[in-house]
């Protein structure tokens, strides 16, 4: 009999510690943390929030342009480009960017060391952070978006007429993580700001 008690009393623990790592993990994953691992190094990283580049002048890429050519975006994803180093250049800059803040362990790495050395296999793991830091935090936009001024404009009044924001327009909000949502409502309202500046110098 009291080896029945036992096995009861151990079940019950291992329920509780199964129970608390369930709720844990659960928790981990709304706080926005994800654990990976690249050529077996281990990494947590954060979904990227635009508070995360305040100081900085604001979130370096966009999927949005009101012009034909090669956005920043497309630059990032690889586009050809004649000038195939200026455009390396460009994508480090944006992937240590985002290392510096979307990696939460260990917190002694420094992205640029990654970067910056002459090791193949520290590159391999530098690109292969980035693109799960991109795939973290871009959960439905993952291209670039040709918009003419004047849908744009059509959107900044449909705001204004409705109370909603630009990307409620676009878009199923609630498919959209924070840094898009972001990125859409930040282009419709530069361009209804130009707008009304162009207005108030007519009068």
């Known amino acids: 009999m009291s080896t029945v008690y036992l096995y009861v009393i151990i079940g019950y623990i291992f329920y509780r510690i199964a129970r608390f790592l369930f709720n844990y993990q659960n928790v981990y994953r709304l706080l926005g943390y994800k654990r990976i691992s690249i050529a077996g190094n281990q990494f947590v990283i954060k979904r990227l929030q635009p508070l995360d580049f305040a100081e900085d002048g604001g979130i370096p890429i966009t999927f ?14 690889g586009i050809p ?4 180093v200026k455009q ?84 199923d909000a609630k498919k959209l993580s924070t840094l898009e949502q972001y990125m859409i409502d930040e282009f419709i309202f530069n361009m209804w700001v130009e707008q009304k500046n162009k207005e108030s110098k007519q009068k």
């Open 64 to 77: 949005f342009q009101f012009k034909a050519g090669v956005t920043l975006m497309e630059q990032i994803r």
């Open 88 to 171: 390396l250049k460009l994508r480090m800059e944006v992937a240590k960017a985002f290392g510096k803040v979307a990696i939460v362990y260990p917190k002694t790495l420094n992205v640029d060391d990654l970067f910056d050395s002459d090791s193949v296999k520290a590159h391999e793991i530098a690109w292969k952070l980035y693109g799960q830091i991109l795939s973290h935090s871009f959960k439905s936009i993952s291209k670039t978006y040709n918009m003419s001024k004047m849908q744009a404009l059509r959107i900044a009044q449909l705001c204004e007429t409705f109370g909603k924001k630009p990307h409620e327009h676009l878009y």
């Open 81 to 84: 480009k004649e000038d195939e």
